[in-house]
């Protein structure tokens, strides 16, 4: 067990918690498991590294800033007049036009003004049904919208201001040419959300590249839009799907591994933890672990 602190319960697929005995409990379903004397120092070394890995991680979300300069040299002030003739402004670097909707990027912000209040309310309203569990340990929270304010704009649009670190940039960008080992990183945060979309029994659909943001320095994804797309969790798994088109999208600069292209052109599982666990086997027989280093921007 070189791995433990990915090891899921066989019962409901959730993570195991271990204790400091070396005991590792669901809580969810209450199975338990006692470690070997081996296995647990493993298991604390393994325990070690996430955690350095995190530190550096968190060091880089916090200090890191605008890394590509982009957001800096770009922006231009956009007003947002509400109907009651009070005027938000912020600089903004990128528009996109949606369905039904147009983007605006700023440095700290993402504000999504909907041609339609009533879709705007089904984007704030899903994003309070995600359930979150108790031993989420990866905090995913932070990888979902937070909204901080929403309004009616003076035209009848309506917007939805979301917060936004400096150091995230949309993926589309760097859909020309990523890594396999870069892909891979996204492909797992996509696959965790999938997870949560699971446990709070929704299905996302219409998933596109322009929801996903990313760090290119941690390659940490953020998915800030499409939450107006959410639906009853089905048989077929939309966002899986979804998830495999997008990621086929971009393009990579070397061969990837076989396993990560059959795993591409394989249909979802069942359950989005089996799919994670299908994933995970990619990673550590074709990516040889979960092997986490620094990146320079160059590795992007």
Known sequence: ??????????????????????????????????????????????????????????????????????????????????????????????????????????????????????????????????????????????????????????????????????NIYPLEWFSEGLKPQTTAWIISRFENIGCLLEFSEIDMQDLSIEDAFINPKTHEMFLLDNWHNIIPAGREKKYLKGMRELIKGIHCTSAPPKLYEEFLNSEPASNAYEDFERWDNVIMNGFSGHNFHKFDLLDI
């Open 1 to 166: 067990m070189s791995k433990l602190l990915n090891i899921r319960c066989d019962n409901c697929g959730s993570e195991y918690r271990v204790s400091s005995r070396g005991e590792m409990n669901c809580r969810f379903c209450g199975s338990k498991v006692y470690l070997s004397d081996s296995d647990f120092k493993g298991f604390l070394k393994t325990r070690d590294e996430m955690l350095q890995k995190d530190k550096y991680n968190n060091d880089a979300v916090n200090s890191d800033g605008d890394i590509l300069g982009f957001y800096s040299s770009g922006s231009s002030i956009k007003n947002f007049v509400q109907k009651n003739g009070r005027v938000i402004d912020k600089y903004i670097s990128a528009i996109y036009d949606r369905p039904g909707r147009t983007v605006y990027i700023g440095k700290d912000v993402v504000v999504i003004v909907f041609d339609s209040k009533d879709v705007a309310d089904i984007f704030i309203s899903n994003l309070g049904k995600i359930r979150y569990p108790s031993a989420d340990i990866k905090g995913l929270n932070k990888y979902i919208p937070h909204v901080y304010f929403a309004g009616e704009l003076e035209d009848g649009t309506f917007a939805v201001f979301l917060d936004k670190a400096e």
